[in-house]
């Protein structure tokens, strides 16, 4: 039987640097993954590997329900990407493109399915609260050089763009996934592709797929049948516990819940052990983990079911702790148990089901649940509903210095005021009828806070963050905002993002929300941006919205060489040899940490609102390499000019950016003092001045003129640039 390799051609999907995300690069994919990004049981995927439980399987012609969490954590961190300098999401986007695309080629139907919110139960907070904190040190690892493994802030914004894009089915679950991806691959009789080892303990009539073993970049056929294949392998429940003397498998969630997953455990586990534990000569270093995985497994195999094993369990551990054991155990196990799915509906109707949340949840207007189920929604809508809490993302920046949080507080306070409104308007109707609130909203006239849990220095801290009820809106109901008018949603976005109408006629509908970001992030910003660093950001989005239009060959400017010449230019800035090479320039990756985190609340505030303003394309936004690269040339003496020139287009959306920058904040607000005026200023403090268009004040620094006046924004929009070809 003869093979063929399947290359897909990477010209097809996106820029030309990003020719450079090889399969090679991707299939490199039995690194080490980081463990913050690793879900389910402990040990158990490894143990499961090592003792080779899995069995090669040729994936084609069938449905596959996808963990989308998993995938796109798996996508990015072994595939080289950049980490330390904020991601570079447009390779990101072609990866997954080229994933989905071989899906494809191989007629495989994909179902991808997104966790949401914190399970309200609270069972798995203390585990989330050890991740994010992990995330911390391994983000201050990152920023001094040493290994670490950060997701970039917009790479789930990114993925499900484009899995839009490729109208791949997607469903965002209110909560926790887990269960719900189980009972869908078994009504659909379906593997799941995940990298959760829970769903080794789920019941999967198809099996599981785990992520590190699907060769999608080695995509072949036979010739025989003319076939192309994924190259695999498969898990089943079956299969595993025949190794286990054919051990019932209802015994594998009491296992699971002895041995530690997300939400269990166990404490006292330690007596159990050391009478079930068989003892091994000359056991290899870090395998004691294993060591107990297979000794619990070959001890519960001589239980007829899981209520015998209970007992004994019981028995073994004694009065003291058997009762707390005993209800840990049953809410353990409970967690396995499958319900009929709720997830087939969704993926068949588009519309969020009106059943089973929590409240206050389920009063929810109907067109919010279709925005959240359809991820269109962050999943922190459902977490201040029903917590009123909030764990805030990590990224790599100066850990000396606050959060880049900080800094977007202020939006999300805006976001917090729109839904913690309407949750005690909800309380204040359920007392009037007589029913019971739960946690409650605040007293009426009370002020709303919500709970954030954010980096302080190395230390999660947990701090309150009082909610903002500007007054506009309370003319905005959060039940009536799909049919409230397009100019008053608009206008309380720009009032929270503290801009004026005429910036977003400046530029292109889809940079409008990201220059609005921009110009607040200037004014807000701590430290202030320097020139340097604004350039580089304008610079990005002027690259990013060049490659878009090229891609989409829009304009008569999309097919012209000289602009084909400048995206190589800046490309090439890329992925020059040593571009990135060094230590993390920290006062570089703070500045851009806050504009990341600014552009990520408002992003969801403005979807919330039901998107006054166009969905900018993530993919396009932001090059962490690009933008870094950028800084230090510009710091060198490159100029601005000198990177653009050659093409009308480029130079003008350039233009048009930075004068509409200009004109919201200032000309003197972000850009660092010459060394012959700090040398001036030395003796003396300068005081700060105020600027009629900055609103929230600012050093007196200059960041010059744009690069030409501007007499009509959108005119080369159209334009042919073939006057400036080379």
């Known amino acids: 039987m003869k093979r063929k390799r399947l290359l897909i051609p990477q010209s097809c999907f996106a820029t030309p640097h990003v020719d450079s995300v090889s399969h090679n690069s991707v299939r490199r994919i039995r690194r080490r993954v980081p463990h913050c990004s690793r879900m389910g049981v402990q040990g158990l995927t490894s143990y499961v590997e090592k003792n080779r439980h899995l069995q090669p399987l040729k994936v084609r012609n069938t449905t596959l329900i996808i963990d989308g969490c998993s995938l796109y954590y798996m996508l990015y961190f072994t595939s080289g990407l950049d980490q330390e300098h904020g ?127 699907f060769q999608w970049g080695n995509v072949t056929n036979c010739k025989r049948t003319s076939e192309w294949f994924i190259p695999a392998r498969v898990f089943t429940i079956n299969r595993f516990c025949a190794n286990f003397n054919q051990m019932n498998k209802a015994l594998l969630p009491l296992f699971a819940v002895i041995i530690g997953n997300d939400y269990s455990h166990l404490q006292d586990t330690e007596r159990l052990f050391s009478c079930i534990e068989v003892p091994k000569a000359g056991r290899a270093p870090g395998s004691r983990m294993h060591s107990r995985i297979d000794s619990l497994l070959n001890w519960l195999a001589g239980f007829p079911g899981p209520q015998e094993a209970v007992e004994a369990l019981l028995e073994l551990l004694g009065d003291r702790c058997g009762r707390n054991v005993q209800v840990d155990l049953s809410c353990g196990i409970q967690d396995y148990q499958l319900s009929p799915s709720r997830l087939a509906p969704l993926f068949a109707s588009k519309c969020a089901p009106t059943f089973g949340h929590p409240e206050p949840l389920d009063a929810l207007p109907e067109w919010i649940l279709c925005a959240l189920s359809e991820a269109q929604l962050s999943p922190i809508v459902a ?205 570089t990756a703070h500045v851009y940490s806050q504009w990341q985190s600014c552009l990520w609340s408002s992003f969801y505030l403005n979807k919330l609102l039901c998107s006054p303003l166009p969905e900018p394309e993530c993919a396009g936004l932001y090059s962490g390499t690009l933008v870094h690269r950028i800084v230090r040339e510009l710091k060198g003496g490159a100029t601005v000019e000198a990177l653009l020139v050659g093409a009308a287009f480029p130079q003008q959306l350039y233009s048009n950016l930075l004068e509409a920058l200009w004109r919201s904040v200032g000309t003197t607000l972000f850009s660092t003092p010459s060394s012959s005026s700090k040398k001036k200023r030395r003796g003396k403090k300068q005081p700060p001045q105020q600027q009629p268009g900055n609103r929230r004040g600012g050093r007196a620094t200059d960041i010059g003129p744009p690069i030409q006046s501007i007499s009509n924004r959108f005119a080369l929009l159209e334009v042919d640039d073939r006057e400036n070809d080379p």
């Open 383 to 587: 977490d201040v509903l029903a917590l009123e809490r909030v764990l805030l993302p990590v990224q790599v920046e100066n850990c000396r210095l606050p959060s880049s949080n900080i800094a977007s507080q202020p939006i999300r306070q805006v976001l917090y005021g729109l839904l913690l409104d309407w949750k005690q308007r909800q309380g204040q109707k359920q007392a009037t009828c007589g029913r019971g609130q739960g946690k409650g909203p605040s007293p009426s006239g009370a002020p709303h806070c919500v709970e954030e849990f954010d980096r302080h220095e190395l230390q999660l801290r947990r701090s309150l963050v009082q909610a903002t009820l500007p007054s506009l809106l309370r003319q905005l109901p959060l039940e009536r905002l799909n049919k409230m008018s397009h100019p008053v949603r608009q206008q309380l976005l720009l009032q929270t993002l503290g801009v004026d109408e005429s910036v977003i006629h400046a530029v292109p509908p889809s940079l409008s929300l990201p220059l609005c970001v921009t110009c607040y992030w200037v004014s807000s910003c701590n430290p202030r941006p320097s020139k340097p660093h604004v350039q580089a950001l304008l610079l990005s989005l002027v690259y990013g919205e060049s490659c878009r239009l090229r891609a989409a060959h829009t304009g008569s400017a999309a097919g012209s060489p000289a602009l084909k010449t400048v995206c190589e230019r800046l490309d090439w800035l890329r992925s020059f040899r040593g571009a990135t090479s060094g230590a993390v320039d920290l006062d």
């Open 87 to 213: 991601g570079d999401y447009d390779s990101f986007a072609l990866l997954v493109r080229q994933f989905f695309e071989a899906l494809f080629t191989c007629k495989i139907r994909p179902f991808v399915v997104l966790d949401g919110g914190t399970d309200p139960s609270d069972k798995k907070f203390r585990t989330l609260k050890e991740r994010l904190q992990s995330k911390i040190k391994q983000a201050n690892a990152l920023s001094r050089g040493a290994n670490g493994s950060i997701l970039p802030l917009l790479s789930k914004e990114v993925f499900v763009q484009v899995l839009r894009s490729l109208h791949v089915p997607l469903i965002q679950s209110i909560f926790e996934a887990d269960s719900e991806i189980a009972a869908l691959a078994n009504e659909w009789n379906c593997a799941v592709l995940t990298n959760d080892s829970d769903f080794y303990i789920y019941d999967l009539k198809a099996g599981c797929l785990p992520i590190t073993h």
